[in-house]
């Protein structure tokens, strides 16, 4: 793995924040390894956290790609910020993802990482609905998770995978690697 070099300066200040839920490196690689996939890309995270992801994301991304990176903790995306905010490439939205969602209009992305709640166990119709044909979502946490909440989450990650399974024009494919992770392409049907 050839990580961004700026990822050890997110982890160290992630650390001191006590913020835990940062992308596994191997995840991080599939962003990158799929971003490259989509010049002149449009990508949309959600659920930017301290910018572990994005890191690996615009690490991937090419000059004239986009990135859109929704979160609503403006602590920990303070820090994704100070080491990512100077990358034209990118804008770091400080919103409810949810309320975001609801009103993003004319706006369609090849590459959606959803590493929220939001646009992945509730509003997910809306998240997919902004892909473009060829486009992908992409979730991480689809295994057992140290941090998963207790009450019944192995329900909501199995009714994700059904909901995407059965998803007309949707393709896609159930990684047990990483943190679990489930991949899925938009096609025209
Ligand atoms: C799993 S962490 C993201 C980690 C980050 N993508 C990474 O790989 O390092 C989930 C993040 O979503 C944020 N979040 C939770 N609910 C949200 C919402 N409704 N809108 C925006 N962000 C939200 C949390 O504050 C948290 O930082």
Redesign the pocket.
Known sequence: MKPPVILEHIQLESEALG?Q???DPL??SLLKTLAASKPGGTFL??????????AWLLDGMDEDSQLIS????AT?ASVAKKYLGHDKRVKFQI????FWLNQVMNQKFDLI?A????GKYSYLEQALGLLKPGGLYVVD?MLPQPNWPSVDHVSKVNELVSILENTEDLVMTKINWSSGIVIATKVKR
């Open positions: 913020f839920m940062v992308s995840t991080g995270e959600l659920g930017t956290g301290t910018g572990v992801s994005a929704i979160e609503n903790d920990v919103e409810d993802a949810a990482f590493d929220a709640w939001v946490d």
